[in-house]
C-alpha cells in the first residue's frame, strides 16, 4: 500500500478562513484580536519564523506588533516589555521566539507572560490545566497534530499510540492529547532500547526528535498514522523530517509530508489560540 497524505496546507488554509470569519466578528464589535511577537537576537531561522506569523496574522484579519531586540538586550528589559504587554488590552497573545541569548532565563520569561495570553501554552500553569484537562491553550504544535490524526477520521479511542520524544514542547503535552482521545499511550526517548518494539504495534506514531530516520518502514504497523514533527535537511540539504519518508509512506495508511504537515499547523493553531484568548477577554 501507498499512505494518504495528509496535507496540512490544505487543512490551515480551511482553519486560517474559519479564523478570519470570527476574527471579523470580533473586530466588527470593536475588539479585533491581537498578538505581540517578540524577537531578541539574531537567529535567522528565528526570523523567518516571526515573519511568517506575523503575515499569517495579517492574513487572517489580526492585529499584530512585532518587536525585534539586538542580542544585548537585558533580561529585566524583556521581563518589563512582558509585563507592559501583559496589561494591554489591545494584546490578546503573546510570543517570545526561542531560542534566546544565554543571558536571558527562557523560564522566567516563560513564566512572564500572563496566563491568559499564553498562546504558546508552554508555562507552568498551561501545562497544569492540559495535565488536569482544565480549559487553558495548548501548545501549538501538538495541537495541529492532533487536528491533522482528526481530519483522517481515524477514531483514537482505544488505540495504541507511540511518541519519539519527551521536550515540554512537543512530546509531552502531545502524550496528554492522546490520552485525552482515549488512546493508548507509550511515550519513547533516548534511553529506550528499541523503539521499533514500541512502534511496530502502535496504531499512531509521532515522530519529535529532531533526528532524520528515527522512524524507518521496518518500524511501522502496516495502516499506521505517522505524524512527523520533525524539521532537518538531508545530505542534499533538502528540508526533511524524522521520518524516512520515502521507505514508511509504503507501509503506514497515513502520513504528513515535511514540509507541508505540521509546519503549517502549528501557525494555525497559534491563531485559533490568539482568536479565543481575545473572545474570553
Same mark, same amino acid.
Given at each position: 500500500?501507498? +499512505?494518504?497524505? !495528509? ?20 473586530? +466588527?464589535?470593536? $475588539? ?49 516589555? !512582558? ?10 497573545? !503573546?510570543?517570545?521566539?526561542? =531560542?534566546? /541569548? ?36 495548548? =501548545?501549538?504544535? /501538538? ?22 520524544? $519527551? ?23 533516548? +534511553? ?9 504495534? +502502535? ?8 533526528? $532524520? ?53 502549528? !501557525? ?14
Amino acid at each position: 500500500m501507498t +499512505a494518504q497524505l !495528509i496535507d496540512g496546507l490544505a487543512l490551515s488554509k480551511s482553519i486560517r478562513a474559519e479564523v478570519a470569519t470570527r476574527a471579523a466578528a470580533l473586530t +466588527a464589535q470593536g $475588539r479585533q484580536p491581537g498578538l505581540a511577537v517578540i524577537i531578541v537576537g539574531d537567529d535567522p531561522a528565528s526570523h523567518v519564523y516571526v515573519r511568517n506569523k506575523v503575515k499569517a496574522c495579517a492574513d487572517a484579519g489580526l492585529h499584530s506588533v512585532l518587536e525585534k531586540y539586538d542580542a544585548d538586550f537585558s533580561e529585566a528589559a524583556l521581563l518589563a516589555r !512582558i509585563d507592559a504587554l501583559n496589561h494591554d488590552p489591545r494584546i490578546h497573545g !503573546i510570543l517570545v521566539q526561542m =531560542p534566546l /541569548p544565554k543571558h536571558i532565563d527562557p523560564h522566567k520569561v516563560i513564566e512572564a507572560i500572563a496566563t491568559a495570553k499564553d498562546v504558546d501554552g508552554y508555562s507552568t500553569l498551561s501545562a497544569g490545566e492540559l495535565m488536569t484537562q482544565l480549559p487553558g491553550f495548548r =501548545p501549538c504544535t /501538538p495541537y495541529g497534530c492532533m487536528k491533522l490524526i482528526e481530519s483522517t477520521g481515524f477514531d483514537l479511542r482505544g488505540k495504541h499510540a507511540v511518541v519519539i520524544g $519527551r521536550s515540554n514542547t512537543v512530546g509531552k503535552p502531545m502524550a496528554l492529547l492522546l490520552l485525552q482521545a482515549n488512546a493508548t499511550v507509550t511515550v519513547c526517548h533516548s +534511553a529506550t532500547p528499541d523503539i521499533g518494539f514500541h512502534t511496530r504495534q +502502535a496504531d499512531v506514531v509521532v515522530a519529535a526528535v529532531g533526528r $532524520r530516520n528515527v522512524l524507518t518502514a521496518d518500524m511501522v504497523k502496516p495502516g499506521a498514522v505517522v505524524i512527523d514533527v520533525g524539521i532537518n535537511r538531508n545530505d542534499e540539504g533538502k528540508l526533511c523530517g524524522d521520518v524516512d519518508f520515502d521507505g514508511v509512506k509504503e507501509v503506514a495508511g497515513w502520513i504528513t509530508p515535511v514540509p507541508g504537515g505540521v509546519g503549517p499547523m502549528t !501557525i494555525a493553531m497559534l491563531l485559533v489560540n490568539t482568536l479565543e484568548s481575545a473572545e474570553r477577554a
